[in-house]
């Protein structure tokens, strides 16, 4: 099971990853200031927490589950189809909930995909998804990646 304390590492290295995605996203959000579905048309019914604020384009949460996804596939490029299949489903409740458009979504994906290009090229990132690829990898008996 995934814990903080049995992954310490990996743990560090999805929450800086995490952070990227707020840095990046919330000026973005707060710069469009798009009213979410349920406030432009009171009529739909969303299943998730609301808020009065107009900040649905881009979609943190998608944003979020995609660039996660993506430093996952760092770690584990032999699950990439897997993991980028539930990234999308991700998504796709953003939808579902009632609190996203759909282009609030395509917009995220491609935020997460350019916000992972410009990390891969990071020393900093290259080293911390290394170690955090090592202890992954070694506690779930996979073999060890090539640099």
Do not use: W
Request: hydrophobic share 40%; glycine share 2%.
């Amino acid at each position: 099971m995934f814990t903080p304390e049995a992954f310490p590492i990996t743990a560090a290295f999805s929450a800086r990853v995490k952070n990227d995605e707020s840095i990046n996203a919330t000026p973005a959000k707060d710069s469009f200031q798009r009213v979410r579905p349920y406030n432009l048309d009171k009529t739909l019914p969303p299943i998730c927490v609301t808020k009065t604020k107009n900040d649905s384009y881009p979609s943190g949460h998608t944003t979020a589950g995609y660039i996660l996804a993506l430093a996952l596939i760092d770690l584990i490029p032999e699950k990439r189809d897997a993991i980028l299949a539930r990234a999308e489903d991700y998504a796709n409740n953003r939808l579902i909930c009632g609190v996203h458009f759909p282009s609030d979504l395509q917009a995220s994906k491609l935020l997460a995909y350019s916000i992972h290009s410009v990390m891969g090229i990071n020393p900093q990132y290259q080293k911390e998804m290394t170690a955090a690829r090592n202890e992954l990898r070694q506690v779930l008996n996979l073999p060890l990646a090539s640099n």
